[in-house]
C-alpha cells in the first residue's frame, strides 16, 4: 500500500507582495517546506536550508547506490573474489595506518 502523506502547506504568491515574505520565511525554517501558489497551480516549493541539504544529501546517497548496484551488477562471488582492502593498499604501496580516514572523500 502507497504510504500517504498530509498536503504540505500552501501559500498565494499575492502574500509576497503584500510585504509577508520574512513571516512566510520564518515559518518555512520552521516547518520545513512551503508550496507557493500561483492561479491555483504550485508554482514552486520553499525549503529550509536544512530540508534542501538533507534532499541533496539523499539525493546523492541514491546515484552512489545506483552506481555501485551497476557495478556490482556482473559480479559473481562465486566465480570472482572480492579483493580485501588491506590487500589493495598492499598491492598499490599505501601505509594503512598513515591513512586519515576523517579527511577523505569520495565523489
Not at 544529501?57 to 562471488?77: G, P, Y
Not at 570472482?80 to 586519515?100: H, M, T, W, Y
Request: charged share 25%; proline share 8%; glycine share 4%.
Amino acid at each position: 500500500m502507497p504510504q500517504i502523506r498530509p498536503l504540505p502547506p500552501t501559500i498565494p504568491i499575492t502574500a509576497f507582495n503584500r510585504g509577508q515574505a520574512g513571516k512566510i520565511f520564518s515559518n518555512v525554517k520552521q516547518i520545513g517546506m512551503t508550496v507557493v501558489m500561483k492561479n491555483n497551480e504550485p508554482e514552486c516549493v520553499l525549503l529550509s536550508p536544512a530540508d534542501y541539504n538533507a534532499l541533496v544529501e539523499r539525493l546523492e546517497d541514491a546515484d552512489l547506490l545506483h552506481l555501485a548496484s551497476e557495478r556490482l551488477k556482473d559480479f559473481d562471488s562465486k566465480e570472482q573474489a572480492a579483493i580485501p582492502f588491506e590487500e589493495v593498499c598492499k598491492r598499490n604501496g599505501i601505509d594503512l595506518p598513515s591513512l586519515d580516514f576523517e579527511s577523505v572523500e569520495i565523489e
